[in-house]
């Protein structure tokens, strides 16, 4: 599987961004997909996520300000960012895995860069 982001950039805080992946490959019938970020000096950790089934989990440090959908026909996942904030400023990691997910076996993309300066 591979995973293909974009949609990173710069934006003033309050500002919004759009993130979109989209997973090409071996496709599993039964799949999530989510968004995890990683700051300088921090652990990577997950900002949200979605199922087949369309169920979504997501950090409380973005709920009610980012909302991930997907588009099964296109095997995506988007992430709408809104009200920004510079603790937001992070390299986000699209992500796959088989459900059931087994540890280890998620698919990663490359990052893509969100910077919230003013």
């Known amino acids: 599987v591979q995973l293909q982001a974009s949609g990173g950039g710069v934006v003033q805080p309050g500002g919004s961004l759009r993130l979109s992946c989209s997973a090409s490959g071996n496709i599993f019938s039964l799949n999530g997909m989510g968004w995890y970020r990683q700051a300088p000096e921090q652990k990577r950790e997950l900002v949200a996520s979605?199922?087949?089934?369309?169920?979504?989990n997501y950090a409380g440090s973005v709920k009610g300000r980012f909302t991930i959908s997907r588009d099964y026909a296109k095997n995506s996942v988007y992430l709408q960012m809104n009200s920004l904030k510079i603790e937001d400023t992070a390299v986000y990691y699209c992500?796959?895995?088989?459900?059931?997910?087994?540890?280890?076996?998620?698919?990663w993309g490359k990052g893509t860069q969100v910077t919230v300066s003013s």
């Open positions: 979605i199922s087949t089934d369309g169920s979504t």
């Open positions: 992500t796959y895995w088989r459900i059931p997910r087994e540890l280890g076996k998620d698919y």
